[in-house]
């Protein structure tokens, strides 16, 4: 079956850089457009970041600029780097994978288990 498995979070200062990657099994990778989502306490999920299949990107406007989401096919894996990090970046960051090109979560087929990353000021 699908699995996508988060990795690379953890705790940064305000201003640091982390990076979090995404490894999928089970699926064609390279067919599907891939993206990272967070979700904070009693907050609904919010898109951060896409990539399509052709290597377009979308970035959520507080994230551009700071964050870069890149894809590698011949590892099966995404990730998303982040720099100049902020306390409001604190959240549970989910990968997920869509058969469509799409930012909106409700086009999202299969969901990561999500990986915490913490700003501290």
């Known amino acids: 079956q699908v699995q996508l498995v988060e990795s690379g979070g953890g705790m940064v200062q305000t201003g640091g850089s982390l990076r979090v990657s995404c490894a999928a099994f089970?699926?064609?990778?390279?067919?599907?457009?891939m993206g990272w989502f967070r979700q904070t306490p009693g907050q609904e999920r919010e898109f951060v970041a896409a990539i399509s299949t052709s290597l377009n990107t979308w970035y959520a406007d507080s994230v551009k600029g700071r964050f870069t989401i890149s894809r590698d096919n011949a590892k099966n894996t995404v990730y998303l780097q982040m720099h100049s990090l902020k306390p409001e970046d604190t959240a549970v960051y989910y990968c997920a994978a869509a058969w469509v090109t799409s930012t909106r979560l409700e086009d999202y087929n299969y969901w990561g288990q999500g990986t915490q990353v913490t700003v501290s000021s």
């Open positions: 089970g699926l064609t990778f390279s067919s599907y457009c």
